[in-house]
């Protein structure tokens, strides 16, 4: 499973260019010399990520805490002083291309990933790097929609990376230096990962991206310490396996269905909640007749094992590309224990995370693909929507009415914040030969040109009736997360480049950033010395806010 094939990676350069960073409160000299007492940082164990919400000043993983909800209790940054808060610093990448990092936080110290798989630690009160580390990419990756990273998992004294050539690294955290490097897959088949893991006890969990080169999807766990794999669940079941029998003939080789969003976890039932893209190929149904499990699809597993407990399908023979891999929330209402998810197919889904059951699926978005629900109450996809020769015309657009940009539950207002779009496109199909590692869509889609301009929104939607309390309109969709806190505040960019502050229960603006980028990451937000930071990745910059 090693591969030491690349020793010269394992020399991270420390202190790697102080001119990375953009101190707004320290003379550059001085930053320069404060590299001999970078800040002290105790190590994280599987109980501090299980205890990740009494630790608000730190951000420990991708979405905050195990239950996907991006909300901080922190609220020193509040709806009274918001329209205080100015720039402290920002740390330049670069790096070229879609920035699209969650930093994490840990006792002072700022792990980011960016561009083409660039690794670094900074020092969070003011920008300055401690070290960094550069993977060295084979000049033939595929990677489908960008060179980009999402970010980082911790456990211990080491950081876990996923790449871009569909490698999975664990980096020590005090210096860069690589612990151990492991091969998931060749991804000469189209294959590559750029999710941020999710650590569970001495576990690394991660899936795959390359839905749109018909690989084999699959979801990995990997030994923290030593990098040795301890299973992989399969996303497309292979024969004898259940859920076989919906696919047609040999169509599961090339089945797809990618894991390329980071998973949830409630260690109540000790259960792990991940969600899946699209089949392949993604705009045409000929060839792979059935359900085509498990694609687009919500999965309850068993963190040691892998285990299958249950399924929810969102999108049975998705034929428009309605990946459901966005983060799907983990929420108490009551005595229920439920899942929230915003999907890409433009409904708004609340299901019971015991057992998996919908309860129920409203659209929060323009939806023409679906006019009906089975008895159940999920939706069942028209026969007159399914891409044709000639084109036909659907709501949701091939991006969605959100994509994986990541939302927000705050359990003060009990609301549910998500990015949406309107977009409608015209798809159309055509027959296309598989050729391994090479694109594999089976169709094409174009934009609408009779439907009005695309537009933007940030929803906020109540979970237990589905309906829409307000939006803030963006000047256009934007692929922007939300972040909610304490402080009675929701924070989201647009692709214009403002960084923005709202006001939970209204929807009102209270502050904007001009960062002179578009926002394609999701924001978060941090505590150091009893201050506290807004960050948010825009351009090839990570920028941080606090009241001055």
């Known amino acids: 499973m090693k591969n030491a094939s690349m020793p010269h990676e394992s020399k991270s350069r420390l202190l790697a260019t102080l001119g990375m960073a953009v101190l707004s409160s320290l003379p550059i000299a001085i930053a320069a010399l404060s590299f001999l007492a970078p800040p002290s940082s105790a190590q994280v164990t599987a109980q501090r990520l299980l205890d990740a919400g009494k630790e608000p000043q730190n951000w420990l993983m991708y979405s905050g805490?195990?239950?996907?909800?991006?909300?901080?209790?922190?609220?020193?940054?509040?709806?009274?002083?918001?329209?205080?808060?100015?720039?402290?610093?920002?740390?330049?990448?670069?790096?070229?291309?879609?920035?699209?990092?969650?930093?994490?936080?840990?006792?002072?110290?700022?792990?980011?990933t960016g561009q083409d798989d660039r690794v670094f630690a900074l020092d969070a009160r003011s920008g300055r790097p401690i070290w960094q580390y550069q993977r060295a990419l084979p000049g033939d990756i595929r990677p489908c929609c960008g060179r980009v990273n999402r970010g980082l998992a911790i456990l211990g004294d080491k950081v876990f990376l996923g790449t871009l050539d569909a490698h999975v690294m664990a980096l020590d955290a005090k210096t860069g230096n690589v612990a151990w490097d492991v091969t998931a897959v060749d991804y000469r088949g189209g294959y590559s990962i750029t999710?941020?893991?999710?650590?569970?006890?001495?576990?690394?969990?991660?899936?795959?991206?390359?839905?749109?080169?018909?690989?084999?999807?699959?979801?990995?766990?990997?030994?923290?310490?030593?990098g040795e794999r301890k299973w992989r669940f399969y996303?497309?079941?292979?024969?004898?396996?259940?859920?076989?029998?919906?696919?047609?003939?040999?169509?599961?080789?090339?089945?797809?269905?990618?894991?390329?969003?980071t998973g949830t976890y409630d260690p109540v039932t000790n259960t792990t909640y991940w969600t899946t893209g699209n089949p392949s190929p993604s705009n045409r149904g000929e060839g792979r007749a059935g359900d085509n499990l498990y694609s687009n699809s919500l999965l309850a597993l068993e963190p040691e094992t892998g285990k299958l407990?249950?399924?929810?399908?969102?999108?049975?023979?998705?034929?428009?590309?309605?990946?459901?891999?966005?983060v799907p929330v983990l929420v108490e209402?009551?005595?229920?224990?439920?899942?929230?998810?915003?999907?890409?197919?433009?409904?708004?889904?609340?299901?019971?995370?015991?057992?998996?059951?919908?309860?129920?699926?409203?659209?929060?978005?323009?939806?023409?693909?679906?006019?009906?629900?089975?008895?159940?109450?999920?939706?069942?996809?028209?026969?007159?929507?399914?891409?044709?020769?000639?084109?036909n015309r659907v709501c949701p657009g091939a991006a969605g009415a959100t994509n994986w940009m990541s939302p927000t539950y705050d359990p003060q207002?009990?609301?549910?914040?998500?990015?949406?779009?309107?977009?409608?496109?015209?798809?159309?199909?055509?027959?296309?030969?598989?050729?391994?590692?090479?694109?594999?869509?089976?169709?094409?889609?174009?934009?609408?040109?009779?439907?009005?301009?695309?537009?933007?929104?940030?929803?906020?939607?109540?979970?237990?009736?589905?309906?829409?309390?307000?939006?803030?309109?963006?000047?256009?969709?934007?692929?922007?997360?939300?972040?909610?806190?304490?402080?009675?505040?929701?924070?989201?960019?647009?692709?214009?480049?403002?960084?923005?502050?709202?006001?939970?229960?209204?929807?009102?603006?209270?502050?904007?950033?001009?960062?002179?980028?578009?926002?394609?990451?999701?924001?978060?937000?941090?505590?150091?010395?009893?201050?506290?930071?807004?960050?948010?990745?825009?351009?090839?910059?990570?920028?941080?806010?606090?009241?001055?």
Not at 197 to 214: A, D, F, Q, W
Not at 345 to 365: M, P, S, T
């Open 195 to 226: 999710l941020a893991p999710l650590v569970i006890k001495n576990l690394v969990i991660i899936g795959v991206s390359g839905g749109e080169y018909g690989i084999r999807g699959f979801i990995d766990a990997y030994d923290a310490a030593t």
């Open 413 to 548: 207002t009990k609301l549910f914040y998500v990015t949406a779009r309107e977009q409608c496109d015209i798809f159309s199909t055509a027959p296309q030969p598989y050729e391994a590692g090479h694109a594999y869509y089976g169709s094409a889609y174009f934009p609408n040109d009779d439907a009005a301009p695309f537009t933007g929104a940030l929803r906020a939607i109540e979970p237990s009736t589905g309906k829409i309390k307000w939006e803030w309109k963006h000047p256009s969709p934007t692929w922007s997360g939300v972040l909610s806190t304490a402080g009675g505040l929701v924070f989201s960019g647009d692709a214009e480049g403002n960084f923005i502050a709202l006001d939970a229960a209204s929807g009102k603006a209270l502050w904007h950033f001009q960062c002179g980028a578009s926002v394609y990451a999701s924001p978060m937000t941090f505590a150091v010395d009893g201050k506290q930071y807004v960050a948010v990745a825009a351009g090839s910059a990570l920028f941080t806010f606090a009241l001055p």
């Open 65 to 112: 805490d195990y239950a996907g909800r991006r909300y901080s209790t922190l609220e020193q940054i509040n709806s009274e002083n918001a329209a205080s808060l100015a720039p402290k610093w920002a740390y330049q990448t670069m790096g070229g291309g879609k920035f699209e990092t969650t930093p994490l936080v840990v006792d002072g110290i700022l792990y980011g």
């Open 333 to 391: 209402q009551g005595n229920k224990h439920l899942i929230l998810q915003a999907n890409r197919n433009g409904f708004f889904y609340v299901i019971d995370r015991v057992n998996g059951k919908l309860i129920n699926a409203n659209a929060y978005a323009k939806v023409t693909w679906s006019d009906s629900k089975d008895a159940s109450g999920t939706p069942i996809a028209r026969k007159d929507a399914s891409p044709t020769p000639e084109g």
């Open 309 to 326: 407990k249950w399924y929810f399908q969102f999108s049975k023979h998705d034929e428009h590309d309605y990946d459901a891999t966005q």
């Open 235 to 261: 996303t497309v079941p292979g024969p004898g396996e259940p859920g076989h029998e919906t696919w047609e003939g040999d169509s599961w080789e090339i089945g797809g269905a990618p894991a390329w969003i």
